[in-house]
């Protein structure tokens, strides 16, 4: 059986055509189709840049609502800034799904505490983590600071508590961070450029 | 990076080797396809694995992990052997010429000055023969004995083809294939580039692997030229601002360095880094470095720092020794460590060796984790069954948990790899109380020195002092920040020809890095990101991507360090007489009428230098011209020499066949307790190495739904010969064992892997996904840092993640 | 109701004619196989854009993950490691997904008004809401593409972005696309990009570089640029595509051929007996049986 | 109900639910079918609740028939093995459809052509239930070239069976006295002596 595709519309439609009116009476439904509405028409558009790779590339991240008082801004979708001159709109799989980053079910979202030898994880408030953990910083500095070396030699750090710095945060976050690092006396002190 | 992500689209070869920017970098690589749909450029790889940016190759050669410095010195040895290099350039931008001490040497792997019991060198003899006029000396007919040109051609001499197919594994033909479609770029208007990342840091030779491939860009005369360059693909979206910013152990913002504890006197240490020319006429830019350390100390100390304090000097830490991250988890597992702060930073995972890692953790008094998600670093403790197999009750660590925010709730700047500084707009509120990173640090900040004031305490003049100058003072803004690190002028700022002008006036933003004093009269907090947040405002947020040249450069696009130069060195893209080696590529050209240079970049180079004048490209270099010899700079030689990795399949280094010493890298820093920890290829007899998935991005996305739906499971990868050696097929579980732990996952047998002859014998390699954990969307798998050896490279400490040995096996059932 | 956004060209067990004054640009996707990657990127841009939340499978072995096309994943990468000569090892990697023939199968199989729509700009869309489950278009494709949800028991597939299309920008994995291994415009620019990309991998070694569109289902909105274009069947694609002459039986000479049929036996049951008159008992045997 | 004390039993209470199940179904599976095959008669869908109800239905209806046709097949078939005599009804069925039924054989309790039928729609319902299963989409994944092949030859035999039905029911209708025999399961003895007169005189006989 090889009909040509025309001769196969053709018996179709003749067939169709005839038969169905005459015998039935039934008039086909309006032809008409919406395609599913454009989902971002007055959603808030905000540039940003993708935290994965150092690519550096610029998104545009839709918020629900349009910034006014009682509407809560939510990420609705992200895609890419057809705009920034090394991504010109593209995004890989992970700046793809951005999205699933910002609502992602293990986000933090209250500062949290675990006892010694405890096994679970209390909430508390901001207030306490940063009181307790500044208590637990001077205590150690205090103890363990070394204002001269064994030669004498004046040092002035502090090694028994380190830190390591975030790859992602921003470049504001990290000059506070390295301020503060080093007002301390800290040496141990990273970030991922190894890893 | 050297150039940018959208130059490559100018190069007419790419050289992917120690990465796989298709996967790591896809939106940066798209600018490969582009150079090889628009340029007819020609892409080679050279990778243990064909990935997938071999699938996109015109060629693809095989590579054994860890022997990368025997490929590419093999490649020099071709190209000076050939005559394939750009004799202009190395003539008039390189250290070609210039001549050796006398009693600097190379004998059976080892550079003069070892000393086997610290596993370290002394680099006396590592330097140049000086005139009496303190400049170098030099031979511009390269036929001394002692010139680098002669030093360097014997050194390579010994990297014959044979050698290098018996080190790689890697096919004579394949080899020379590669060697010849390099070689054509020697020629003046081809330009090669070099993408590389982690798959030659990461190793205990990488600096020296990465240095290769520079002396290569060098011979070709391709560093400085638009699709040309050194580029490193950074890893993280924001790790080259916080290397800019100094965020490590030894380190200040922009490259500068802490004191070691000997440099008690403030002079000196300025002097060490303000190095003289070493050949006449040349800028020696970082004779400068006083300005800009001057002018860090005035923007954190503010007016407690003044001339008669050294500006604070004191109160930097000075070092004992690097505390790097391999340093400081040593350090915590000997019980020297109480607390530690893991700030959006996942070291259970991304350090190396995990059970010691975790044993770490374990002896501190307090942990504090800040991060938007719930990392394994926050769970050290928790049993997590076989994936985290540890006792709770037993671990006395006190941790914290404080949730930070993610790219979209705030507001920053962050430094992609191509150095440009963009900002970005908070679009919404975190979920729950999580706070800004800054407003995190904040919050610590002035809780300790409330405690100090109140309390005081050991030495606190450096934390009541440090500058807050914060409308909010919990709340520092990141524009507040962004124009601190700038910098401003405390005192109208004048020109130095012409003490009437006034460049700054009291109180205005720099206009960058030219306008800082040593005197106290600026404040900067960075100084290579000078000009970023001007009295023109945020530079960093600047949207026009306009391209009048047509080669990609945007200048008005953000704002890139340093003065918003694009493509660095590009004065070596001119001829000496400072027209373009490529005119239909011209980044810069020497204006004969202005006097000036001008182009499509800002000049990395004095804006009015002629070239009359002889001034070398290199200008932060005290040479002024590049270095194939690498004086003292590296821990582990002037010239890069292959060593295999701390774990190899092989009993010796084919090099040095009979000296132990030379098998590894003799500079490589190895902990005494880690000796016996590397494992023997007797028991772990195939090459290991651990990659990311484009899918994924490091421990990161596996809490992310869509990629876990595309990347679902953990998995390794098997060559189809080792495959059917242990009779695995696709599918089945296997088990994977270093000699420091073991993981279990699917088999994904591929023809991908091959197995390579090396020293006669077949080596086959496992290729090990690194982004599975404990916590996660994503099916739950184990750490791969559990296989991986506590070992760094040389220079830098970036640990071996890259070739390791392990065995293979297959689960028959899975419990 | 409006008037549609994007003019129909044809749909679904219709047999009028559809408004078809206007005429529109015809579209179409080209995905360079020489360019791709295989990052996956236009799999999670098709997620986000249609919103579609699949679940997190298992490894079986590939990088090919989620293993097939299924309900929410109307678009996968298909990973192929082939050697088309000895010692040259390829990595091929397609982006399946729906093809948009001109002569959709799936159109002509559907028997739901309206629940197969082909837009005058080629774009062949399912309306879900007028489907009804029965997967008849899944027996019409040439090219194994819809999947019946379990979830609704409705069909679905790539839209190539018909929402984003109508309002006039290009599809969701279009856009994402690192390399510019996909690129959408119209079909004759299509055409054209690809006889460059054709070109230049001819001049890098690949003699048998060409384009997929293949005419037995009238062409496509969606092509393929192939390095070997002569062995489609190394992509996992069908040499000759065209709807099976069973769903061309099926679905043309039986419809009109059977109610024909239906109609000439009810109205020769009618003329017989309006001819004949009814078979009535006789008479005679009738007075038989009374007598009895 | 027996009208006439005379009256033949043609067909038991149990029998005639039998065919009834069958023939509801027969008639609910055309219609869905049919919206299902053409759209001129997708309208019919509308008798069922709408496309999707109508796709749902369909094979449950078909499931029911065919088991209710299973029965009915275990029922008749013993009076439905074709003979010598039916064989040469069928050869003069012409003369029968012109309306001459004089010189017709002597039949027993199913004529040749009925006997034809029987075994016709059996044929069309072997064919009809396992394609109607491999096109049973919501259930079961066959290989898409059988589910093609399925395809054409359901909706072919599900045609050819509508016209042996329409012939079967026609048949009815123009044999006077015969829907009665479905309906109160009786029928008259002149109509068995008419039409079956040797399955007449078997039943007068005893």
């Known amino acids: 059986m090889n009909l040509s595709r025309r001769q196969f519309f053709k018996v179709c439609a003749a067939g169709a055509g005839t038969t169905s009116l005459a015998l039935l009476g039934f008039s086909p439904d309006a032809a008409l189709a919406e395609v599913r509405a454009f989902k971002l028409a007055n959603a808030t558009e905000t540039r940003n840049t993708c935290p994965y790779c150092s690519v550096g590339c610029g998104i545009l991240i839709y918020t629900l609502g349009d910034r006014s008082k009682n509407a809560h801004a939510e990420v609705i979708h992200i ?87 975030a790859s992602a945060s921003s470049n504001e976050t990290g000059y506070l961070t390295h301020k503060f690092a080093r007002s301390l006396g800290m040496l141990a002190f990273d970030n991922q450029a190894r890893v | ?295 860090t100390m005035k923007a954190w100390f503010g007016d407690a720092a003044t001339a008669e304090n050294n500006w604070a000097y004191d109160w930097l830490p000075k070092l004992d020794k690097t505390h790097d991250i391999l340093q400081v988890f040593e350090d915590m597992n000997a019980g020297k460590m109480n607390g530690y702060i893991c700030q959006g930073f996942n070291p259970l995972a991304s350090a190396p060796c995990k059970i010691k890692v975790s044993g770490a953790l374990s002896k501190l008094k307090f942990m504090v984790v800040i991060d938007p998600l719930a990392t394994e670093t926050s769970e050290f403790w928790q049993d997590h069954g076989e994936y985290n197999d540890v006792d709770p009750t037993k671990i006395a660590t006190e941790v914290f948990r404080l949730p930070s925010t993610c790219f979209a709730e705030e507001d920053g700047s962050l430094v992609s790899s191509s150095r440009v500084l963009q900002w970005h707009w908070k679009a919404a509120n975190p979920p729950g109380e999580a706070r800004a990173d800054q407003e995190i640090i904040a919050g610590l900040f002035l809780k300790l020195r409330e405690l100090y004031a109140k309390d005081g305490g050991a030495f606190p003049d450096p934390i009541l002092n440090l500058t807050w100058r914060y409308k909010q003072p919990h709340f520092p803004s990141p524009e507040e920040l962004a124009r601190e690190f700038n910098g401003r002028a405390l005192a109208d700022v004048t020109d130095p020809k012409d003490a009437t002008k006034v460049l700054v006036k009291k109180g205005e933003q720099l206009n960058g890095f030219a306008e800082l004093r040593a005197d106290g009269s600026t404040a900067c907090g960075c100084w290579i990101f000078a000009g970023a947040w001007s009295e023109k405002g945020n530079l960093m947020a600047r949207r026009d991507n306009s391209d009048p040249y047509g080669i990609g450069q945007t200048l008005d696009w953000a704002w890139a360090w340093p003065a918003n130069r694009r493509v660095l060195y590009n004065r070596a893209s001119c001829d000496p007489a400072g027209k373009p080696y490529d005119p239909s590529r011209m980044l810069v050209a020497w204006d004969g009428v202005n006097g000036r240079w001008g182009g499509s970049d800002i000049p990395d180079f004095k804006p009015d230098s002629n070239p009359t004048d002889g001034m070398g490209p290199f200008i932060m270099n005290p040479e002024g011209v590049a270095r194939f010899f690498a004086v003292d700079k590296m821990a582990d030689g002037p010239f890069p020499e292959h060593y295999e990795p701390m774990e190899s399949p092989l009993a010796n280094n084919p090099m040095h066949p009979d000296n132990p010493l030379a098998r590894a890298n003799p500079a490589a820093r190895v902990f005494k307790g880690d000796w016996d920890s590397f494992g023997k290829p007797d028991q772990f007899p195939y090459v290991a190495t651990t990659y990311r998935l484009t899918e994924h991005f490091h421990y990161w996305t596996k809490h992310c739904r869509s990629s876990s739906v595309i990347q679902p499971e953990q998995f390794v990868e098997i060559g189809e010969t080792l495959a059917a050696e242990r009779g695995i097929r696709s599918g089945d579980h296997v088990r994977v064992r270093s000699n420091r732990g073991h993981i279990v996952a699917v088999a994904v047998v591929t023809k991908r892997l091959r197995s390579l002859s090396v020293e006669g014998k077949q080596v086959h390699t496992v290729g090990i996904p690194i982004h599975w954990g404990f916590m996660g969307v994503a099916r739950n798998g184990y750490l791969t840092n559990t296989l991986t050896p506590f070992v760094g490279d040389a220079n830098t400490q970036t640990p071996e993640f890259k070739a390791f040995l392990v065995n293979v096996e297959k689960i028959q059932t899975i419990v | 109701m409006a008037l549609q956004s994007l003019d129909i060209q044809a749909r679904s067990a219709t047999t009028t004619p559809m408004p078809g004054v206007r005429g529109t640009l015809d579209v179409a996707k080209l995905i360079d196989i020489s360019k791709c990657i295989g990052c996956k990127a236009c799999q999670v841009a098709c997620m986000q854009w249609n919103d579609l939340h699949g679940e997190i499978g298992h490894n079986l072995g590939s990088y090919q993950n989620p293993q097939d096309l299924n309900d929410t994943t109307w678009t996968l990468m298909r990973f192929f490691e082939v050697e088309p000569e000895p010692n040259r090892l390829e990595w091929l990697i397609r982006k399946d997904g729906c093809m948009h023939c001109a002569d959709p199968g799936c159109l002509a199989s559907c028997p739901a008004p309206g629940a197969i729509v082909q837009y005058s700009n080629g774009i062949v869309d399912f309306h879900q809401e007028n489907c009804i489950g029965c997967g008849y278009c899944i027996t019409g494709c040439p090219f194994d593409i819809p999947r019946l949800s379990k979830t609704d028991e409705k069909v679905y597939k790539c839209t190539l972005c018909s929402d984003r299309v109508s309002v006039g920008l290009e599809p969701a994995c279009v856009k994402t696309c690192p390399t510019g291994a996909i690129t959408f415009g119209s079909k004759t620019d299509m055409i054209d990009h690809a006889e460059e990309r054709v070109t230049d991998l001819k001049e890098r070694g690949f003699a048998h570089a060409g384009l997929y569109d293949p005419a037995g289902v009238g062409g496509t909105h969606v092509m393929y640029v192939l390095q070997h274009a002569d062995q489609p069947e190394l992509y996992g694609l069908p040499r000759d595509p065209a709807i099976s002459p069973l769903v061309e039986i099926w679905k043309g000479v039986t419809k009109p051929l059977a109610i024909a049929t239906m109609a000439l036996v009810g109205f020769a049951s009618l003329f017989h007996y309006v001819t004949k008159g009814p078979n009535a008992v006789s008479k005679e045997i009738e007075k038989e049986e009374e007598e009895a | 109900m027996r009208r006439d004390p005379r009256d033949l039993i043609r067909y038991t209470a149990g029998q005639r639910a039998n065919h009834w199940i069958v023939g509801i179904s027969f008639i609910l599976l055309g219609m869905s079918g049919l919206a299902l095959f053409h759209p001129a008669f997708y ?143 009786t029928v008259t003895r002149a109509w068995a002596k008419q039409h079956h007169r040797t399955w007449f005189e078997e039943v007068t006989r005893r």
């Open chain 2, 1 to 295: 990076m050297t150039n940018h992500w959208v130059d490559i689209k100018n190069a007419d070869l790419i050289l992917i080797m120690g990465g796989n920017a298709a996967e790591a970098h896809p939106c940066g690589f798209k600018w490969v396809t582009e150079a090889k749909a628009y340029r007819k450029a020609r892409l080679i790889v050279v990778d243990p694995r064909f990935t997938r940016s071999a699938a996109v190759a015109d060629y693809y050669a095989p590579i054994r992990a860890g022997s990368d410095i025997a490929f590419l010195a093999g490649l020099i040895n071709y190209l000076l052997s050939h005559d394939k290099i750009h004799h202009d350039y190395v003539r008039s931008y390189t250290d070609f010429s210039f001549l050796v001490k006398a009693d600097f040497g190379f004998e059976n792997g080892i550079f003069t000055g070892y000393d086997p019991e610290k596993h370290s060198y002394d680099k006396a003899s590592w330097g140049y023969q000086l005139g009496d006029d303190g400049f170098v000396l030099t031979d511009p007919t390269l036929q001394d004995p002692r010139c680098v040109y002669q030093l360097m051609k014997a050194h390579y001499a010994r990297y014959t083809p044979e050698m290098v197919s018996t080190i790689c594994g890697t096919p004579q033909d394949a080899f020379l294939k590669v060697c010849e479609m390099i070689a054509e770029t020697s020629a003046s208007d081809r330009v090669m580039t070099i993408m590389y990342a982690l798959g030659w840091t990461q190793h205990s030779q990488g600096s020296q692997m990465i240095r290769t491939g520079a002396m290569v860009q060098l011979l070709l005369g391709n560093i400085g030229k638009p699709g040309g360059g050194m580029n490193a693909l950074r890893g993280h979206s924001n790790i080259q601002g916080l290397t800019d910013l100094g965020l490590l152990s030894n380190l200040l913002p922009g490259y500068m360095t802490l004191a070691g504890e000997k440099e008690q006197d403030f002079a000196a240490y300025l002097d060490k880094r303000s190095p003289k020319p070493l050949r006449p006429g040349q800028l020696s830019y970082m004779q400068n470095y006083p300005k800009f350390f001057v002018s």
């Open chain 1, 79 to 165: 895609e890419g800034d057809p705009d920034h001159p090394v991504n010109r709109g593209t995004l890989c799989p992970k700046g793809a799904g951005l999205l699933d980053f910002v609502q992602s079910e293990n986000r933090l979202k209250y500062p949290e505490y675990r006892a010694p030898n405890s096994r679970e994880w209390q909430r508390i408030t901001w207030d306490d983590a940063f009181t307790r953990i500044a208590r637990l910083m001077k205590e150690d500095r205090d103890a363990n600071f070394v204002a001269t070396n064994e030669a004498g030699q004046t040092v002035n750090r502090w090694l028994s508590t380190g830190m390591l710095a």
């Open chain 4, 43 to 185: 309208p019919f869908s509308l008798l069922f609740g709408g496309g999707t109800w109508t796709r749902i239905l369909h094979p449950i209806f078909g499931v029911i028939m065919g088991l209710a046709f299973i029965l009915m097949v275990i029922r008749f078939t013993k009076h439905n093995l074709m003979r010598r005599v039916d064989w040469q009804w069928i050869g003069r069925v012409g003369e029968m459809v012109n309306g001459i039924d004089e010189g017709m054989p002597a039949q027993g309790k199913y004529n040749g052509g009925q006997k034809l039928m029987f075994w016709l729609l059996l044929l069309c319902m072997l064919l009809l239930i396992p394609t109607g299963i491999i096109l049973w989409r919501a259930y079961f994944d066959f290989p898409v070239e059988l589910v093609r092949w399925a395809a054409v030859i359901h909706s072919a035999t599900a045609v050819v069976m509508i016209c042996l039905i329409f012939v079967h029911v026609y048949a009815a209708i123009w044999v006077t006295g015969t829907v009665r025999a479905m309906w109160y399961g």
